[in-house]
C-alpha cells in the first residue's frame, strides 16, 4: 500500500461546479497536509495548507483534514476553466526538514 | 520578493551523460529540496540541503548528488544517465524549522535521456 493515494481521474465537470478531490493516508504520523495545483509542463503551486484535523477556507477553496479517517479533500466552489489542472495533495510529519509526500495528482477539466 | 528559480528550463542527454540542474531558491528561505517528478506521476522526494550540507535524502542513488551554496542557491548532479531518469526535476525551497516550513517549488526542469 502506497503511503497516499489518490485518484488520478481524469475528471470532468462543467464551468460552475463544485469539485471535491480527496486523498487517503496510511501513515498517522502525517500533520501538516498541502494541496498544490499544477499546470501542464510547469512546477505546482502551493493552494492550501493546513495543519492537523479541520477545515480552511480561502477563497472558492475548501481543504479538509480528517485524521481519524486518514482523509484529506479539496473542494472548490463555482469551477472554472482556469481550474483545469492536475491538484496534487501532499503531507508530511511533524518534524522540521522532512519530506514531503506527494500522491499521484488527479487531473481536472472544466469546460465552459 | 523572488521566487524560486531553475536553469535550465530543459535539457536532452544520452544515456551515461552526466548533468547539473541548477536552482536560486526564494528571497529569505535557507533550505532547499530536490523532486524528481516522473510523467503521471506526483514528485518523488530526492535530498534536502540544509546549512551547506545533506539533510535527508529519499530513495535515491549515490549517483543523483547535490550541492547547496551559501547564498542558498543549489545544484543537482546526476552521473551516469539512465532511460528511467527522463523526468521534471523540481526545486522547492522553504526556512527551516519556520512557522510553517512550507515548500514552494520552481517552475522545473525537464530532463529527457536518450
Known amino acids: 500500500q502506497k503511503e497516499v493515494e489518490q485518484d488520478p481521474g481524469p475528471l470532468s465537470v462543467p464551468e460552475g461546479a463544485i469539485v471535491s478531490l480527496n486523498c487517503t493516508y496510511s501513515n498517522s504520523a502525517f500533520q501538516y497536509f498541502m494541496w498544490y495545483r499544477q499546470y501542464s509542463r510547469k512546477g505546482p503551486e502551493l493552494l492550501m495548507y493546513?495543519?492537523?484535523?479541520g477545515n480552511k477556507e480561502d477563497g472558492r477553496f475548501t481543504a479538509q483534514v480528517d485524521k481519524s479517517s486518514k482523509y484529506i479533500s479539496l473542494f472548490i466552489r463555482d469551477s472554472q476553466p482556469s481550474d483545469s489542472a492536475t491538484y496534487l495533495c501532499a503531507m508530511r510529519v511533524n518534524q522540521a526538514g522532512t519530506a514531503l509526500i506527494f500522491g499521484k495528482g488527479t487531473t481536472l477539466s472544466v469546460s465552459s | 520578493e523572488t521566487g524560486v528559480t531553475q536553469s535550465p528550463t530543459h535539457l536532452i542527454k544520452t544515456r551515461g551523460q552526466q548533468v547539473t540542474l541548477r536552482c536560486s531558491s526564494q528571497s529569505g528561505h535557507n533550505t532547499v529540496s530536490w523532486y524528481q517528478q516522473a510523467l503521471g506521476q506526483g514528485p518523488q522526494f530526492i535530498f534536502q540541503?540544509?546549512?551547506?550540507?545533506?539533510?535527508g535524502r529519499g530513495n535515491f542513488p549515490p549517483r543523483f548528488s547535490g550541492l547547496q551554496f551559501p547564498n542558498y542557491s543549489s545544484e543537482l548532479n546526476v552521473n551516469a544517465l539512465e532511460l528511467d531518469d527522463s523526468a521534471l526535476y523540481l526545486c522547492?525551497?522553504?526556512?527551516?524549522?519556520?512557522?510553517?516550513?512550507?515548500?514552494?517549488f520552481g517552475p522545473g526542469t525537464r530532463l529527457t535521456v536518450l
Open positions: 540541503y540544509y546549512r551547506e550540507e545533506e539533510n
Open positions: 522547492a525551497s522553504s526556512t527551516f524549522g519556520g512557522s510553517t516550513d512550507t515548500q514552494y
Open positions: 493546513t495543519y492537523s484535523s
